[in-house]
């Protein structure tokens, strides 16, 4: 069925109401990076390790009964995997989770122990929206996708409305720039809408900056054939959604492409700085600020999306090792 509902700010503020009835915030930090003291939000202290878990509770809480009763069916790498899970188990509904066979196995893991049906599939030959949406229709549940929905995009904008509250609580004044990992962009366009006066910078992995090609080009430009391979598992999204792209583009947001190499660093300096375990694809608009490529600037605000690692490839890259799904494309320069 097709949705035509659009995603709103008053949406966005009513999933900030319904998230701080049942979650604490998500902490903020107060670091020095370039000279200038950055807000950074620990997203990845969400109880499910990933800021997933508002789209999640706002989409699944707007179901009725009936739909509620029928289940539901997303699919994803891992986080809205895991925040559907969680809010399904909390809200009594059967959830079915199209994930692919080379998922990280520690958000395969926690996405079974929340009581959620994992179907595999091969992200290099198959489509995860069409199997779901056959397992929707032959089941007759509702498909949560993993950005392309109006609901999900508002429950992410909470994140939004929430570091606002936090930024003038320490004094600190209005929030100007927001940097936010960008797979599909329900995240950055969920902030978007929460923040009309921040300037929205996307931060994606070289390879598959499809948002901050769309953005640029003013249409939507799918990733390019034969993308490389990258560490952020959780922003490989090949193409943009109309309603992602629609809210940050009409809000003028900008993009920036980061190396697998500033995302290690950007880990590293995560643990180091914060004692927070930062996944690659939640350490992107860190890295951005850290290598430069976002000027650090008083206001700003970084989103840490999310921190569910593989912990052999998260101790690799606290011993400061290149990783073999990186090394394929980067020079041969020491870390």
Not at 22 to 38: A, K, Q, S, W
Not at 130 to 152: C, K, N, Q
Not at 203 to 220: F, H, K, N, Q
């Amino acid at each position: 069925m097709t949705v035509l509902r659009q995603p709103t700010r008053a949406g966005v503020r009513d999933a900030a109401a319904k998230v701080a009835a049942i979650l604490p915030p998500t902490p903020v930090f107060v670091r020095e990076i370039n000279g200038v003291d950055i807000v950074l939000k620990a997203e990845s202290l969400q109880p499910i390790g990933a800021f997933k878990v508002r789209g999640a509770w706002h989409r699944l809480t707007a179901l009725d009964d009936e739909a509620r009763r029928r289940g539901v069916v997303a699919f994803s790498s891992g986080n809205h995997a895991q925040g559907i899970a969680w809010a399904a188990r909390r809200l009594g509904i059967a959830a079915t989770i199209v994930m692919p066979a080379d998922a990280p196995r520690a958000k395969r893991e926690s996405t079974l122990a929340l009581g959620a049906e994992v179907v595999d599939y091969d992200r290099a030959t198959q489509s995860r929206e069409a199997i779901a949406a056959r397992l929707a229709e032959a089941r007759g549940a509702t498909l949560v996708p993993s950005f392309d929905d109006p609901w999900v995009i508002e429950g992410q904008g909470s994140a939004g409305i929430e570091a606002a509250r936090q930024v003038d609580a320490l004094g600190l004044g209005a929030v100007r720039r927001v940097v936010v990992p960008c797979g599909g962009g329900g995240l950055a366009a969920g902030v978007a809408l929460a923040l009309p006066e921040a300037a929205i910078t996307v931060v994606e992995p070289e390879g598959w900056d499809d948002m901050r090609r769309s953005l640029e080009a003013s249409w939507i430009e799918p990733v390019g054939a034969n993308p490389p391979p990258t560490a952020c598992d959780s922003l490989q999204t090949k193409e943009v959604s109309p309603l992602t792209f629609d809210v940050l583009s009409r809000r003028d947001a900008t993009g920036v492409a980061v190396s697998e190499r500033a995302v290690r660093e950007a880990q590293r300096w995560a643990a180091a700085q914060l004692r927070l375990v930062v996944e690659p694809g939640g350490a992107v608009a860190l890295a951005a600020l850290l290598t430069g490529q976002v000027a650090a600037e008083p206001g700003t605000l970084a989103i840490l999306s999310g921190g569910n690692v593989d912990a052999a490839a998260y101790a690799a890259v606290l011993a400061g090792e290149r990783l073999a799904v990186a090394a394929a494309h980067e020079s041969a320069e020491p870390v």
